[in-house]
Structure formats: structure tokens, C-alpha cells
């Protein structure tokens, strides 16, 4: 369990992190990456964390990877990397670092150890779950492969490394299509994410697409009638859909990818208002670099990625806590299950 107070004992022992206007304004350069959606009084505060942790970085040689669905201040003031989970997960065997700090939830701070066992993965805080990582064990795919004999199951990666290391390949939503596509198999297993599985059972036809019952919990609360809603409201509005969104919300909107497909489109279409129906902070994430999209509209947090704060980063780096580990078997099992999905993917073109 977390124990804050004792954290933040510690941390203002070792460091001056008193709100700072001028350290604030010293630091215009990564300001100006977040100033449409930080206020600067909130800079203001942000900035000792930033500017520790960045001392502290080239300290432990320790390179920091952001997922899309960070906060602003982490994804902009303190990431060397951002992207979604795979992203990060192939970024992390390019690095020369010792240290890799996952800013993102447990299953990406596996993956990363998975595809770099001789780096130190730090995770700021262990609880950063995912409702999908948690809907299934290896005794679910045990079960799925039950009952359905001789099917491929495809795994997506936002699962633990013993899910990982149970299935037959791994897919992102970016590919999920084209890899179950792919299988040499009428009948495909797609776990855990039960609308990732629908939209693609609509897009490979071909194939028969069975599913385990889980869901994003971001994801799941949108309704196709909150996006007619919407839409009515607000008309000229793009709507662009994550597909782990319900299928009848995938066919509602005008777009739907995974996260670093919805800045693909956003940043090619330049629409004039864009409702992004995902988690908050990747709009907010996109929003400086874009200065043309108006981005308006409702969105869902996800609570398990809002446990990583630049508090908790500053802590597990400062003390070395919160590294991720993965047994060795089975993180090569599952190492086996990404790799396959890396090398299809390359095969396909994707
Ligand atoms: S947004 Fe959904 S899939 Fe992503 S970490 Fe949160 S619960 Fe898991």
C-alpha cells in the first residue's frame, strides 16, 4: 500500500519542490508543449518535479516512456518517449538506458521487461491496474481453448505476461484485424477485450470471431446515443471513436483507430472540432501541437493510469523502488507471443 505522507517526508528532505514562478519561467521551453491546457499557475508547480526528476534521469542514465493517456506535465515535461503501449513497449529495446521508468499501467511496465529483461523497470506506482489486464488469467485461456479446440487465440496486449505467455500471438487495436486476418483458423480466440473482439468480427467477415467477456472501463461507458446526442449539440463536430469502444459507438463515429491512429487522423484531417471518445488526457496531449482543432466535448478518465503523478515518478526514481519483475519462463513464453505479433505485423506492412 502506498504510504504518501512518508513519500513526501522523504522527497522534501532531498528537494526544494515549493511552487517556483521563475523556476517556471526558466522552463518556457517545455512549457510551451502544454501552455493551451496547463494554467501557469499550475506550471508553477509542476516545474520542481520536472526539473528533479529530469536531474535525476541523466543521474541514473534512466530514460522515462509516457503513454498517450498521461497527464500533460508527465507526457510533455518529463517523457522521453510517448506513444501508446507498444510503442513504448519497442522503444524500450531501442534504448541504450539502464533504467526505464513506465509512466502507464503495470501490464505496459511488464511488456517493457518482457522485450528488455536486462534493463531495470521502474513502475511509479504498483496499482496502476487495467480493468481488461485484470478480466483474465491463463485458466481463462485454458478454458477459451476448451472450448474451442485447435483455434488461435489472440491475445491483445493490454493483458498480464502469464495471459501473454498462455496465448498463441499478441495483436494491438492498431492490427488486431489484420492479425486475426492472418490466422490459419476459421474460428479465431480473441481475448480479453470483448468490443475489440465485435469490431473486428465486423471488419474480417471471413473469419469466425469468439470472444472473452472482458472491457475497458473508459471505454465501455459510451453509448451510441450519448454521440447522436452529441452530434445534434454540436454539429461540424468529428467524432473519433478508440475501438475499445462498443461496436454501435464504433459505427457512430466518423473515425475510430487505436491512440497513435486517432493522431494520425486527427493531425491529416485537421477537422475544425474534434470529440476524441477515449480517455481525457489524449487530447489534452495533442491539443499545443494542434492549435487549429478545437477538441471539445465530454471524455472518460481512466483511474488506474491518473495513480502515476509526478510525485510518485520523482519517489521511484529517486529510490529505486517499484521495479517490475517477470519470471523468466514465463516471460519468454510470452516474449515468444509479442515477437510473433512484431514479425507478422512487419510482414504485413503494418
Ligand atoms: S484506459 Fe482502459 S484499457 Fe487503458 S489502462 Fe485504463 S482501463 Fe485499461
Redesign the pocket.
Given at each position: 500500500m502506498f504510504d504518501l505522507p512518508a513519500q513526501r517526508a522523504h522527497l522534501s528532505e532531498k528537494y526544494d519542490l515549493n511552487p517556483s514562478p521563475e523556476l517556471a519561467a526558466s522552463m518556457s521551453d517545455i512549457y510551451d508543449r502544454m501552455s493551451r491546457v496547463v494554467s501557469p499557475v499550475d506550471w508553477a508547480i509542476y516545474a520542481p518535479y520536472v526539473k528533479a526528476i529530469n536531474d535525476l534521469k541523466a543521474e541514473r542514465n534512466a530514460v522515462i516512456l509516457g503513454h498517450n493517456?498521461m497527464t500533460p506535465e508527465i507526457y510533455h515535461g518529463i517523457s522521453d518517449f510517448g506513444g501508446d503501449s507498444l510503442q513504448l513497449a519497442i522503444k524500450a529495446t531501442e534504448v541504450e538506458a539502464d533504467v526505464i521508468v513506465q509512466c502507464?499501467?503495470h501490464?505496459m511496465a511488464e511488456t517493457s521487461k518482457i522485450l528488455s529483461p536486462e534493463k531495470t523497470v521502474l513502475i511509479p506506482d504498483m496499482e496502476a491496474?487495467?480493468?481488461?489486464?485484470e478480466s483474465i488469467t491463463a485458466d481463462g485461456i485454458a478454458e477459451m481453448r476448451r472450448r474451442y479446440p485447435g483455434a488461435p487465440v489472440v491475445t491483445y496486449v493490454?493483458t498480464t505476461a502469464e495471459v501473454k505467455a498462455a496465448s498463441d500471438i499478441c495483436c494491438t487495436s492498431s492490427n488486431a484485424a489484420q492479425i486475426v486476418a492472418a490466422q490459419d483458423s476459421d474460428t479465431v480466440i480473441m481475448t480479453p477485450?470483448q468490443y475489440l473482439a465485435q469490431n473486428v468480427a465486423r471488419d474480417v467477415p471471413q473469419k469466425n470471431v469468439v470472444w472473452w467477456e472482458g472491457s475497458?472501463?473508459?471505454?465501455e461507458q459510451y453509448s451510441a446515443k450519448d454521440l447522436r446526442d452529441f452530434r445534434e449539440w454540436n454539429p461540424g463536430t468529428r467524432l473519433i471513436a478508440h475501438p475499445?469502444c462498443p461496436p454501435d459507438v464504433v459505427a457512430e463515429a466518423d473515425f475510430s483507430g487505436s491512440t497513435s491512429g486517432i493522431i494520425k487522423y486527427v493531425t491529416d484531417e485537421m477537422p475544425e472540432k474534434a470529440l476524441l471518445i477515449?480517455?481525457c488526457s489524449m487530447a489534452s496531449n495533442i491539443a499545443d501541437a494542434l492549435p487549429e482543432v478545437d477538441f471539445v466535448g465530454p471524455c472518460n478518465m481512466?483511474?488506474?493510469?491518473k495513480k502515476i503523478t509526478l510525485e510518485k515518478v520523482l519517489f521511484a526514481l529517486d529510490t529505486m523502488t517499484g521495479q517490475v519483475e517477470v519470471d523468466a519462463e514465463v516471460a519468454d513464453k510470452a516474449r515468444l507471443s509479442v515477437q510473433r505479433m512484431i514479425d507478422l505485423s512487419r510482414k504485413l506492412g503494418i
Open positions: 493517456y502507464g499501467v501490464f491496474g487495467c480493468s481488461l489486464a493490454n477485450d475497458c472501463i473508459v471505454h475499445e477515449t480517455e481512466c483511474p488506474y493510469m
